[in-house]
């Protein structure tokens, strides 16, 4: 357990609205993180974040915007969906390990555009 | 230009036996491979990792070989169990990268039958 939490877990939204997913963490991880699933795409990285407010681009950026103003919270946000956007978003943070830094994800949060 | 791939969508075992699942990669400066777990409807879950300065790395009845010269690594399940069942990503990234911005193959899915 990363001690990440995902909200909202579920999401149904309509084709243009604004949608805000929040990633929360309670172990002061400095790295976090956003990626989608697809199918036949594997994970792919959205944005990324290394510290409060330093945030950075990742593979599938466009049409995404994130911000961390606490070291706790990481969001991501569409700010207007649309059907490609329905997708499975993982947040993670990234811990040292003896070899190499692991990501370690949370438990998603499933959006459908419609 | 997919840097980490898994050719094999799907893999079929029965109990008992072993499982191989197999990754290929073609960025030469990778030197942290990670193997990731993932039941449907939960996140990705951390499995095994090996540095490129090793070419074997065991945690109990998980096994990752490294390969550097041909670029392949593989993941062996002995004995497998029903509840490895999951879909398995492959994930790569070198000290030089981003922070734990691992690339993820495309994912195998593993059916082990009773």
């Known amino acids: ?101 692991t990501i370690y994800f949370g438990e998603g949060s499933w959006l459908t555009v419609v | 230009d997919q840097q980490v791939k898994q050719n094999s969508p799907s893999l079929s075992v029965q109990e008992g036996r072993i499982s191989i699942l197999n990754c290929d990669y073609t960025n030469s400066m990778f030197d942290y491979f990670l193997w990731y777990k993932k039941y449907p409807a939960e996140g990705p879950t951390f499995l095994i990792s090996i540095s490129s300065i090793k070419d074997k790395n065991e945690d109990g009845r998980f096994t990752v070989f490294l390969n550097k010269s041909a670029k392949h690594l593989s993941l062996h399940i002995v004995p497998s169990q029903p509840g490895d069942s999951a879909v398995y990503f492959c994930a790569a990234n070198w000290v030089g990268g981003s922070q734990g911005n691992l690339i993820f193959g495309k994912g195998t899915k593993l059916s082990v039958k009773p």
């Open chain 1, 1 to 101: 357990d990363a001690g990440i939490t995902q909200s909202p877990r579920h999401k149904v939204t309509e084709t243009g609205t604004p949608v805000t997913l929040r990633c929360h963490q309670t172990e002061n991880h400095r790295y976090m993180y956003w990626y989608r699933q697809d199918p036949g795409h594997g994970l792919r990285l959205i944005h990324y974040s290394y510290g409060v407010k330093d945030t950075d681009k990742g593979e599938v950026s466009d049409g995404y915007s994130v911000s961390r103003s606490k070291t706790e919270d990481f969001l991501l946000t569409l700010e207007s969906a649309t059907s490609s956007q329905t997708s499975v978003y993982f947040c993670a943070i990234s811990a040292q390990g003896a070899d190499g830094n």
